[in-house]
């Protein structure tokens, strides 16, 4: 398997479920700073994003909540998504609000208003972004009451708010204390540190 990645995009969660899963895999490093249709990573996936997870068919997968539920879901013994049908349905729907909403709607605003054309452009861009992500930081925040993890036992659904939550400090959002919480245990773990390591963050 082969992870197309950029250092501390949300591609980092697919390289903490890589190292959790433990199977040999490469990581390739993509410079996003290069325009989508010129990266190498065009020609494997042409929406040219990261992550990109190409498998050991040859098969390229794209879309976190896709790549995160396909390993989960290929490597059972290492219980990264509940059996339960509720367990199920309550890990999918934190994935998807980690990534659709914070991630998509929230942060991302944050990173793209860096590129507004005028400082009033992006500021507004920035805190539209930012009122998004801080809403969602508390919704999970309440998610993760009396909780270590976001559905009780660890799962994909930890792996996408530990992205989101590594990228607050950038824009001086603060997390709330269960999503501080949250980001301390997922930093004591042996494969979030090899991931961290291996992307230069450590
Ligand atoms: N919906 C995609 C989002 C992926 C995404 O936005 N990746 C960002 C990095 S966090 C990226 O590759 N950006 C480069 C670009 O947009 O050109 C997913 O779930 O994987």
New binding site residues.
């Given amino acids: 398997m082969k992870l197309y990645y950029?250092p501390g995009?949300?591609?980092l969660g697919i390289h903490v479920l890589l190292e959790e899963i433990g199977r040999p895999y490469e990581a390739e490093r993509v410079d996003?700073k290069v325009p989508?249709p010129e990266r190498p990573l065009a020609s494997v996936n042409p929406k040219?994003?990261?992550?990109t997870l190409v498998r050991e068919d040859g098969s390229v997968l794209?879309?976190?909540?896709a790549i995160a539920y396909w390993l989960a879901r290929t490597n059972p013994e290492r219980r990264l998504f509940p059996d339960d049908l509720d367990g199920q349905a309550r890990v999918l729907e934190a994935l998807d609000y980690c990534?659709a909403t914070m991630?998509?709607q929230g942060f991302?605003r944050m990173f793209a208003a860096r590129r507004a054309a005028t400082p009033a452009e992006q500021e507004s861009i920035a805190a539209m972004g930012r009122d998004i992500a801080t809403r969602a930081l508390s919704r999970m925040a309440a998610t993760l009451d009396g909780k270590e993890w976001v559905n009780g036992d660890y799962s994909i659904a930890d792996t996408a708010l530990f992205y989101c939550s590594t990228w607050a400090p950038h824009f001086n959002v603060e997390l709330p204390g269960n999503v501080a919480g949250h980001l301390a245990r997922m930093k004591a773990r042996p494969a979030v540190q090899a991931a961290l390591q291996q992307e230069g963050l450590a």
């Fill in positions: 950029s995009a949300c591609s996003l989508a040219s994003k990261v992550p794209t879309e976190y909540p990534v991630h998509m991302s």
